[in-house]
């Protein structure tokens, strides 16, 4: 049974760096595209970033480029959510995220990622 767990998150300074993960125990993930959702206290859940599943190609949206980095390691089942150079505009709850054709869709339960100074 797909199960999503995320872990990394935490309270840093601005201009500090994170590194979230997302893994499933009982589920291969490197069949599918990942991708990493956060959302803040009073907005919308938006997308941060994506990586596929066959070569490896990512999207970040302007938001983000340049300071996440989404990476996969499949031998460990795991995707990687890099934040460098964070802002308070970070702060949000961070999910990862996989559809299945058939399935549908599937959470994490969420990290939570605070930027204060």
């Known amino acids: 049974q797909l199960q999503l767990v995320e872990s990394g998150g935490g309270s840093v300074q601005p201009g500090g760096s994170l590194r979230l993960t997302c893994t499933d125990s009982?589920?291969?993930?490197?069949?599918?595209?990942i991708a990493w959702f956060r959302q803040a206290p009073g907005k919308e859940r938006e997308a941060v970033s994506c990586?596929?599943?066959?070569?490896?190609?990512?999207y970040y949206p302007d938001s983000v480029k340049g300071r996440f980095t989404i990476s996969r390691d499949n031998a460990k089942n795991t995707v990687y959510l890099q934040m460098n150079s964070l802002k308070p505009e970070d702060t949000a709850v961070y999910y990862c995220?996989?559809?299945?054709?058939?399935?549908?869709?599937?959470w994490g339960q969420g990290t939570q990622v605070t930027v204060s100074s």
């Open positions: 009982g589920f291969t993930l490197d069949t599918y595209a």
């Open positions: 990586i596929s599943s066959s070569d490896g190609r990512t």
């Open positions: 995220y996989l559809r299945r054709p058939i399935e549908g869709p599937t």
